[in-house]
C-alpha cells in the first residue's frame, strides 16, 4: 500500500472532533521540502457554518487553510471506509 497522497486521492482531517472528507486538488512542494496539498472538502457545511461565523465576527481575520501540510492529511480508500461501516453495521 502507498503512503504517498496524489492528487486525486480521498483523505481526511480533524476539525474540532468532526472527520472531513476531500479529495486532494493539487500538491506544492515548499523550498523546506514539505508537500503542500489543496483539497476540494465534500459535504463539508458545518466547517463552513463555522469559519462563516468567525468572519461574521472579525472580517479581518485570517481563519481557515487554504492549503494543508502532509502531515495534517491521511488518505484513506473509499474501500477502507466501506470496510470499516459493514464492520460496524455487524456489530450493531
Known sequence: MRSAIEIGDLVWNGYSGRLRFGRVTGRRIAESGW???TVDWLRDEKYQKAIDYYYSINPKGNYGLIEY???QLHR????RLTDIMQAY???S
Do not use: L
Open 76 to 79: 484513506v480508500t473509499p474501500e
Open 35 to 37: 508537500a503542500y496539498y
Open 89 to 91: 453495521s455487524a456489530d
Open 69 to 71: 501540510k502532509a502531515g
